[in-house]
């Protein structure tokens, strides 16, 4: 083999390997939290969240208990982007973005509520909202697997 062709080789051998690298899937894990004053898990197969998350929330907000009622994995590539049913006419959609950004899109009823825009390895996306006077609801969009109490 020539000196040219081996040069040539070793550059698309390199190439392909970028390539592929840029289209190894990410993990995201999807939580549907809810928050509430009580001491009972709002649904049976409802579980308490993990010391992180609740390192997060419980400073910040008033309930007294926090329950992971729903948990998703989604995994994609750059520009791509998954949407997923949660509890109460919720759905997110998570995109990975060519820049080097992570969105998350709200819908509730059908309709985009929120949209936030994050840089692709911050740890944690937290969109919340009120569901009823003594309940709130939580989405988590976060990059390290979850931890239950």
């Known amino acids: 083999m020539s ?10 051998l390199a190439f392909g390997d970028t390539v592929r690298a ?3 899937p990410v ?10 004053d009580s001491d009972k898990p709002p649904t049976p197969e409802a579980k308490a969240i993990g ?11 008033r309930w007294k208990s926090y329950w992971e009622v729903k948990r998703l994995n989604v995994s994609l590539t750059e520009g791509k982007s998954e949407r997923a049913k949660l509890p109460g006419g919720l ?8 820049d ?3 969105e998350v899109r709200l819908y509730r009823e059908g309709k985009l509520t929120r949209k936030l825009t994050q840089p692709a390895n911050k740890t944690m996306t937290i969109i ?6 003594d309940n709130s609801w ?6 390290d697997k979850p931890s239950i109490e």
């Open 91 to 98: 759905e997110v959609e998570v995109a990975r973005a060519k």
């Open 22 to 24: 840029a289209e190894e």
């Open 3 to 12: 000196a040219s062709r081996l040069v040539l080789f070793l550059v698309l």
């Open 138 to 143: 939580f989405v988590v969009v976060r990059r």
């Open 51 to 61: 010391p992180k998350l609740s390192g997060k929330l419980a400073p910040v907000f």
């Open 128 to 133: 919340g909202g009120m569901a009823e006077p």
């Open 100 to 102: 080097d950004k992570r």
């Open 27 to 36: 993990t995201y894990y999807v939580q549907a939290i809810r928050g509430t």
